[in-house]
């Protein structure tokens, strides 16, 4: 039997666990129209959710476009890729399709391929200066798709934190603007990267400010991944006991990538037809922190003294702990809160540590053992 645990691709249908208000908040922000950003930290399965609302509320009434910006890097790429999701969703016979692609995409050379094993795709070439690109007929499409359909349209731009990267803010005012007048297309918007995010949508002067509900995606409670990890273990004749899954789960935070990531070595590494022992996760622990322990040592190499300090201090205490008492100072020769401000603030700068109304926390949960493992003191 397969490894029952996924992790690195979206998951859906029965890779799936739980997050059942999550759905229905979600189905309900497209049955009303409500344009929504949904936000986390990276790998948090916000994808995944969005992947698996559509897929549950597919049958007919609404057409989605998905639309991944994790590539793009200008208007120019980023029309491309708004134009691969429309390509995506068309399901008329390809002379069809091209046509109305052509119609719509006027600024781009749109070409159509078939491989050999008759899968369809399509690209589009644009030629000339990015800053003749005008992006406001293109933005029309979804209203256009919706026109065409007669039904409903949700747009999901994923990875929406990247165009804040682009070289000048043409993209996000005129997408901005469009949003806005659209009464048949529902916005959804996915990102990660606290600061930019909130940048981008949190405060009041923040060009999606109004423009969305904002909905957070947190870690996946312990309770709904017992039942889901238990099954999976026993699928393959392997029993787990809830302290085991408990004991994971305390590891990875209930991290879906973590949690699902330690579940495949585990898997990975003991019989079928056996009792997971706390021996086999010692092992699984010990092989998923080997896996990147080449990285972590990079990092942690290159970093000033009193970062390191910090890490380790966040990683051995845990995130309820206060970086700021004389007590986390001592105890990491921190040597006072200014030099406990600048690391924070660095270590946030390189993505490794974010804040959350509890505190803060190390975002990679394997760097977090894995620190702990190798300066405990
Ligand atoms: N609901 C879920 N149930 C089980 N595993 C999940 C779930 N959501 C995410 N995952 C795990 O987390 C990984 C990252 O999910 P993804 O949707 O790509 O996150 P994001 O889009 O937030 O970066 C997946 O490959 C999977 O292993
Ligand atoms: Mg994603």
Same mark, same amino acid.
């Given at each position: 039997?397969?490894?029952?645990?996924?992790?690195?691709?979206?998951?859906?249908?029965?890779?799936?666990?739980?997050?059942?208000?999550?759905?229905?908040?979600l189905?309900?922000?497209?049955?009303?129209g409500?344009?929504?950003?949904?936000?986390?930290?990276?790998?948090?399965?916000?994808?995944?959710?969005?992947?698996?609302?559509?897929?549950?509320?597919?049958?007919?009434?609404?057409? %989605?476009?998905?639309?991944?910006?994790?590539?793009?890097?200008d208007?120019?790429?980023?029309?491309?890729?708004?134009?691969?999701?429309?390509?995506?969703?068309?399901?008329?016979?390809?002379?069809?399709?091209?046509?109305?692609l052509?119609?719509?995409?006027?600024s781009?050379?749109?070409?159509?391929?078939?491989?050999?094993?008759?899968?369809?795709?399509?690209?589009?070439?644009?030629?000339?200066?990015?800053?003749?690109?005008?992006?406001?007929?293109?933005?029309?499409?979804?209203?256009?798709?919706a026109?065409?359909?007669?039904?409903?349209?949700?747009?999901?731009?994923?990875? &929406?934190?990247?165009?804040?990267?682009?070289?000048?803010?043409y993209?996000?005012?005129?997408?901005?603007?469009?949003?806005?007048?659209?009464?048949?297309?529902?916005?959804?918007?996915?990102g990660?990267?606290?600061?930019?995010?909130?940048?981008?949508?949190?405060?009041?002067?923040?060009?999606?400010?109004?423009? %969305?509900?904002?909905?957070?995606?947190?870690t996946?409670?312990?309770?709904?991944?017992i039942?889901?990890?238990?099954?999976?273990f026993?699928?393959?004749?392997?029993?787990?006991?809830?302290?085991?899954?408990?004991?994971i789960?305390?590891m990875?935070?209930?991290?879906?990538?973590?949690?699902?990531?330690?579940?495949?070595?585990?898997?990975?590494?003991?019989?079928?037809?056996?009792?997971?022992?706390?021996?086999?996760?010692?092992?699984?622990?010990?092989?998923?922190?080997m896996?990147?322990?080449y990285?972590?040592?990079? &990092?942690v190499?290159?970093?000033?003294?009193?970062?390191?300090r910090l890490?380790?201090?966040?990683?051995?205490?845990?995130?309820?702990?206060?970086?700021?008492?004389?007590?986390?100072?001592?105890?990491?020769?921190?040597?006072?809160? %200014?030099?406990?401000?600048?690391a924070?603030?660095?270590?946030?700068?390189?993505?490794?540590?974010?804040k959350?109304?509890?505190?803060?926390?190390?975002?990679?949960?394997?760097?977090?053992?894995?620190?702990?493992r190798?300066?405990?003191?």
């Amino acid at each position: 039997m397969t490894n029952p645990f996924k992790y690195g691709d979206v998951v859906t249908g029965e890779n799936f666990c739980n997050r059942e208000q999550e759905k229905k908040n979600l189905k309900q922000a497209i049955k009303s129209g409500q344009n929504t950003l949904l936000f986390s930290e990276r790998r948090m399965g916000k994808t995944s959710l969005i992947k698996q609302v559509m897929e549950e509320i597919s049958s007919g009434s609404v057409s %989605s476009v998905y639309i991944d910006l994790w590539p793009t890097d200008d208007r120019v790429t980023f029309a491309r890729a708004l134009g691969q999701g429309v390509a995506n969703h068309l399901t008329a016979p390809l002379e069809k399709t091209l046509r109305t692609l052509k119609a719509w995409f006027q600024s781009f050379r749109v070409v159509s391929s078939v491989t050999q094993e008759g899968e369809v795709s399509f690209s589009f070439d644009f030629q000339g200066n990015p800053e003749q690109l005008k992006l406001a007929e293109i933005l029309e499409i979804p209203q256009k798709l919706a026109d065409k359909t007669g039904q409903p349209v949700v747009v999901i731009f994923d990875e &929406i934190q990247e165009i804040s990267g682009y070289d000048t803010d043409y993209v996000e005012k005129k997408l901005r603007s469009v949003i806005q007048h659209h009464n048949e297309v529902t916005y959804i918007f996915l990102g990660s990267r606290r600061h930019i995010i909130h940048e981008m949508f949190m405060d009041r002067s923040s060009p999606f400010y109004h423009s %969305s509900q904002k909905l957070p995606l947190s870690t996946i409670e312990t309770k709904a991944w017992i039942p889901f990890i238990r099954q999976r273990f026993s699928s393959g004749g392997r029993e787990i006991s809830e302290e085991m899954i408990e004991t994971i789960c305390e590891m990875t935070d209930g991290h879906p990538k973590y949690t699902q990531h330690f579940c495949e070595a585990l898997w990975g590494q003991t019989e079928q037809d056996t009792q997971i022992s706390e021996n086999d996760i010692n092992i699984a622990r010990d092989k998923v922190l080997m896996e990147d322990s080449y990285a972590y040592t990079v &990092i942690v190499e290159n970093l000033t003294n009193n970062q390191r300090r910090l890490l380790v201090g966040l990683a051995v205490e845990g995130k309820n702990v206060s970086i700021w008492s004389k007590e986390f100072m001592n105890k990491y020769r921190l040597s006072g809160q %200014s030099s406990v401000q600048k690391a924070i603030n660095s270590l946030q700068k390189k993505d490794l540590v974010d804040k959350d109304q509890d505190g803060y926390i190390i975002l990679d949960r394997f760097f977090k053992l894995w620190l702990a493992r190798e300066y405990a003191v």
